[in-house]
């Protein structure tokens, strides 16, 4: 049996031995630092965001400068807990979704580990062609970065320089998570403190039993919320995803708000009932997520197959005009599921289509899960998701089903100022890119055309 204490110590002391070598923990455990750190600073970012006079704030980010965000704002909006300033977070290249932004009457944060990911570089250029304003946007990024240079030439006041020793997926209780969650009205000391007195035992014992689940068959993460917490597995997803799905092993997240069973399975309910309880689940989870690295003999921390669709949707952009990929009809899924599914398997559904249609996907989600006999499914947008679960997708077990849902005309005409190309034509290549991606690890991928995912129902 492990030593539970040990491990947890070791974890604290940063012990890179927990991971086989090489890897790359040397530079990404700050994370277990950074909540004492802000703890530290809450009156200040408390003081930044009463000096902002905007009650709508865009953040404008991808991965893990989003979703833990992403998270905050929805989960104070579904508890009603206190009023604060709407929180609007943008990590789609979806035409229609990025017209729609309110920017006219926002503060605009944008937010990037490395200052040159695509993503939120393009939608920085975008709203800059709406606001030009420098005193209406703020910047979240490691020291030293290209957009971190430009927020000094436009005159941005508001640059917050993270620690560059956190990844992207376990920065949540870092700048990148705190910013916007002061924006947002969050006690920033009361966030910290709820991370600083998470179980460090129990959150390890957490990640042992996850990655000895997996090791067993039982690689379906099932994480159970209530309703309220639903969007907690915006954050959970990319975690486990990104930080187990490698060397063809991993823990396929699932995470729901109603249970779900099956020899596959390995359920883990999480009951938090306040905003503020976040603090406590993230910083839980990461350390146990560190933890099932340990088991699976993998390094949690790097993500080597991200980088891969990246690198087909540059020489897609390169290569204009876009190719013509087949895309079946709705009515063809079912089928194809039928004759392709396997037992262990698990559906991803990946619809690259406008933001805003949350219901549909979670009812669709539900119904391929039931009409294939409960087969794991997880259902989210592109791009979103190419900074997430994509790296399972790819670098976890062949056991993914993985349907593309892609519109059969563009939403809308948007164009990107220092581009070539337009929007429409940016989401198209990320689908087909990480359609190449998925094909060349010979995963099982169909495209199904449809304007709204109501088609599929």
């Known amino acids: 049996m492990p030593d539970i204490r040990q491990l947890a110590a070791r974890l604290a002391e940063k012990d890179a031995s927990l991971w086989p070598e090489p890897n790359v923990s040397a530079n990404r455990l700050g994370w277990l630092e950074v909540p004492r750190q802000l703890e530290k600073e809450a009156r200040k970012l408390r003081s930044f965001a009463d000096s902002i006079d905007q009650e709508t704030v865009v953040l404008l980010g991808m991965g893990g400068s989003s979703l833990g965000p992403a998270v905050l704002a929805a989960v104070r909006d579904a508890l009603g807990e206190w009023q604060g300033r709407r929180v609007v977070v943008c990590d789609t290249t979806d035409p229609l979704t990025v017209s729609a932004l309110p920017l006219e009457d926002a503060f605009i944060l944008v937010s990037s580990k490395s200052g040159t990911t695509l993503e939120p570089n393009v939608l920085f250029d975008y709203a800059r062609s709406r606001v030009s304003d420098p005193k209406r946007y703020g910047v979240v990024t490691d020291p030293g970065t290209p957009l971190e240079r430009l927020a000094g030439e436009l005159g941005i006041d508001h640059v917050f320089s993270n620690r560059p020793d956190i990844g992207g997926r376990y920065s949540v209780l870092s700048y990148f998570g705190l910013v916007p969650a002061a924006l947002a009205g969050y006690d920033i000391a009361e966030l910290c403190g709820r991370a600083l007195d998470a179980d460090r035992e129990e959150a390890v014992q957490l990640g042992l039993d996850m990655g000895e689940a997996a090791r067993q068959g039982r690689d379906k993460a099932t994480i159970v919320v209530p309703e309220a917490f639903s969007s907690f597995g915006l954050w959970i997803e990319q975690l486990i995803a990104e930080s187990t799905g490698k060397q063809g092993r991993g823990c396929v997240p699932v995470p729901t708000t109603e249970p779900e069973a099956g020899p596959d399975r390995h359920v883990v309910t999480v009951s938090p009932a306040t905003a503020h309880e976040l603090g406590e689940q993230f910083f839980r989870f990461e350390m146990a997520i560190a933890m099932a690295g340990h088991v699976l003999q993998i390094d949690p921390f790097d993500e080597p197959n991200v980088a891969e669709s990246k690198a087909n949707t540059n020489r897609v952009l390169s290569e204009l005009p876009l190719p013509v990929l087949e895309a079946s009809e709705p009515a063809a899924l079912d089928g194809w599921l039928a004759a392709n599914r396997r037992p262990g398997d ?8 406008p933001f805003g249609q949350d ?18 499914t997880t259902a989210g947008y592109g791009p979103r998701f190419l900074h997430s679960t994509g790296q399972l997708h790819k670098g976890g077990p062949n056991t993914v089903l993985a349907v593309q849902v892609v519109p059969r005309r563009p939403s809308a005409e948007v164009g990107i100022p220092t581009k070539p190309y337009d929007f429409a034509t940016l989401i198209a290549a990320q689908a087909i890119g990480d359609h190449e991606s998925l094909l060349a690890h010979d995963r099982r991928v169909i495209r199904i055309a449809a304007d709204d995912l109501s088609e599929l129902a």
Do not use: C, H, P
Request: proline share 0%; hydrophobic share 40%.
């Open 346 to 353: 698990y559906i991803s559904v990946q619809a690259y289509l």
């Open 359 to 376: 219901e549909a996907l979670e009812k669709l989600r539900r119904r391929l899960r039931d009409a294939n006999g409960n087969t794991a």
